[in-house]
Nanobody, 124 residues
């Protein structure tokens, strides 16, 4: 089993920046895809970004392209989400997720392991 622990959430003003971190347990994630999802009360969890552990290929939701950047540190088993130009609409609980496979899926049911989530609140 993979254990994921998010950190870095908090309160930030619109236009500001925040970086989320996800610590992943395990020996190696070379065959894994890591992702960030977010969810607000009453709505379905939605895809934000994902990255292929080996090679670093990335994919983003249209709503965050140009503002968010996903990255990973292979040596530290860490995944990051750099969020710039934050908007009120970005307010949500952000979750780190992992799947073992080749395809960078954007659906929640494609990921087997999830972190506990970290709250991001953007004020106007």
């Amino acid at each position: 089993q993979v254990q994921l622990v998010e950190s870095g959430g908090g309160l930030v003003q619109a236009g500001g920046s925040l970086r989320l971190s996800c610590a992943a347990s395990g020996r190696t994630f070379n065959s894994y895809i890591m992702a960030w999802f977010r969810q607000v009360p009453g709505k379905e969890r939605e895809f934000v970004a994902c990255i292929r552990w080996s090679g670093g290929s990335t994919a983003y939701a249209d709503s965050v392209k140009g503002r968010f950047t996903i990255s990973r540190d292979n040596a530290k088993n860490m995944v990051y989400l750099q969020m710039n130009s934050l908007q009120v609409e970005d307010t949500a609980v952000y979750y780190c997720a992992a799947r073992r496979g080749e395809v960078m899926l954007t659906t929640t049911n494609g990921y087997a392991d999830w972190g506990q989530g970290t709250q991001v609140t953007v004020s106007s």
